[in-house]
């Protein structure tokens, strides 16, 4: 078997983009059990899938060596614009499937693994809180991150955790926002998964003050 390796991603690694999305969306842990059969891809829907459709050359996955992805870097270079794409060529494919939850069914997104998924806030279950950041995209542009453009989500399963691909993803990331143009990238992690917050203090990230940012810590940095 060969060791696993980051690799740029395929379109034949997409259902284990939204595999991997859900298995450490729980501030990193697995939230399967969270989620009823139907609603498991609605993660992968929000803050997976849509980044490999619409930004392929800037997602990255770590291979295991037969060829399944067991860890991700995914993200955009220019938030506004990807909000637009979104709404405009991604919703329409899967609104039907998760309709908007009914007013005050609100929900709060974070990052979970090395960066990841969701956690729930408010009324309603996890999916009814999740649907409601399916419909409002428009949550992701903040003003105080202007001068980061570009956002992110890493995640890895345990079993290439802690052994440097995460740091392997990132690097690549990087480099292909940079050779885009793009400044700065932020992102955005629940203040309380201390272990994601060291492994981006490692990587050079710093805070960025954002008001009432909620349960998330907004981090960011320069591409290069």
Same mark, same amino acid.
């Given at each position: 078997?060969?060791?696993? &390796?980051v690799?740029p ?12 999305c859900?298995?450490t969306a729980d501030?990193?842990?697995? /939230? ?5 059969e ?7 829907a929000i803050f997976?899938a ?7 050359? %800037?997602?990255f ?6 060829g399944?992805?067991?860890?991700y870097?995914?993200?955009t270079?220019?938030? /506004?614009?990807?909000?637009e794409? &979104? ?19 609100a929900g709060?997104?974070?990052?979970g693994?090395?960066d990841?998924a969701?956690a ?12 409601? %950041?399916l419909h409002?995209?428009?949550r992701?542009v ?7 453009p570009a956002? %992110?989500h890493i ?26 143009g793009?400044p700065a ?8 998964n201390?272990?994601?917050?060291a &492994?981006?203090?490692? %990587?050079?990230?710093h805070?960025?003050a954002?008001?009432?940012p909620?349960?998330?810590t ?7």
């Open positions: 078997m060969t060791a696993p &390796f690799r991603y395929r379109p034949a690694d997409l259902p284990a983009l939204y595999d991997v859900l298995r501030a990193g842990q697995d /939230a399967t059990a969270s989620y009823a139907a609603d498991r891809d609605l993660l992968g997976a849509p980044y490999a459709v619409l930004e392929p050359a %800037l997602t996955v770590v291979d295991d060596g037969d399944r992805a067991v860890g870097v995914l993200g270079g220019d938030t /506004a614009r990807f909000v794409r &979104f709404r405009a060529e991604w919703l329409p494919g899967v609104a039907a499937r998760w309709p908007a939850p009914v007013e005050g069914a709060g997104a974070s990052d693994a090395s990841g969701a729930g806030a408010g009324p309603g279950t996890p999916a009814e809180a999740m649907a409601a %950041l409002t995209p428009e992701m903040v003003p105080a991150l202007a001068a980061y956002h %992110l995640d890895l399963l345990p079993q290439v955790q802690r052994s440097g691909y995460g740091r392997q993803l990132m690097t690549a990331f990087l480099a292909a926002l940079a050779a885009q793009v990238v932020h992102l955005g992690m629940l203040t309380a201390t272990a994601a917050r &492994f981006y203090d490692r %990587l050079g990230f805070e960025i954002v008001p009432d909620g349960p998330l907004y981090l960011g940095r320069a591409t290069s």
